[in-house]
């Protein structure tokens, strides 16, 4: 009988390997190969593994909804809605490279210039990730944002990363806001943003009120944060489409789930020492 992983030893492979004790996918695989063999005596090649995960995208995506429902997903009395960028290769490397028909060149504030996609994601006052969706680099936050909000307004979700909206209330930034697209939003999607208007525009928000806004806003900064510098979401180089929406997605999934351990444990919501000392 050729050596094969069960279900739940895939799916936790998935997730530990986006931890940040391992450097990467291989380190955690050379680990399963090594000390790690007494935990999964029936691994296979590395190979397998790899397929075996990716087939196992759409339960990882299942599996992050489940943990963000079983938190405060429903609850919650708005969302925090922002984008980042997703470097996968140097922007000046010549050629056409990994995933042409979706890696292209965009602008971001955190890194300048990047090839890449954007992640956008909607988080809860207390970090849980309640959903999340890949654009194009050089779309906007606008334009990202009508996809996203049209999809969670759909019966039956082709995309089903997206989640499902908590109140329809969503905090955001300046590349947000916009009185025609706020009301098409509130009208055709019911969602409501509330983001700080255009430097340009004839709205104005108090000066209390926009440092009250950006306090709220800094909680998904610190999620991306982890998501980029603990789980590599800056880092990581997939070459295909299917590798690069799984890693996405366990890396939600194992975020959402430690903020779970966490309030099972007692401890602070997005801390990461219980996993570091693992």
Known sequence: QKPALCRSEVLTL??????PVFGSERSCLRWVE??????????????????SIRREQPTLVALGRHLARTLDAFTAEYEVLDSTAVPLRHPKRRGT?????????????RL???????????????????????????????????????ERAEECQTLPEVGRPSRGIYLADTGFAGRECRDRWATCADAHVFAPPQPDSLECWERPLQQQARSHRQLIETVFERLHNW?????????????????????????????AWNQAEGRPLLQLAGLIGW
């Not at 990994?98 to 602008?107: C, F, K, N």
């Not at 890949?134 to 996203?148: Q, S, W």
């Open 97 to 109: 490279g990994v995933m042409p028909e979706l890696v292209a060149i965009g602008h971001s504030q």
């Open 231 to 259: 789980f590599r979401l800056g880092r990581d180089r997939p070459r295909t489409q299917s590798g690069l929406h799984t890693r996405v997605a366990a890396k939600i999934t194992l975020h959402n789930w430690l903020i």
């Open 34 to 51: 090594g000390p790690g063999h007494a935990l999964f005596p029936h691994a296979p090649h590395r190979t397998q593994i790899n397929r």
């Open 112 to 150: 300048g210039w990047f090839a890449g996609v954007r992640l956008l994601a909607a988080v809860t006052p207390t970090g849980v990730i309640t959903g999340y969706a890949l654009g194009e680099a050089t779309a906007n936050d606008r334009v990202l944002a009508e996809h996203f909000f049209a």
């Open 14 to 19: 998935a997730l530990i390997s986006q931890a």
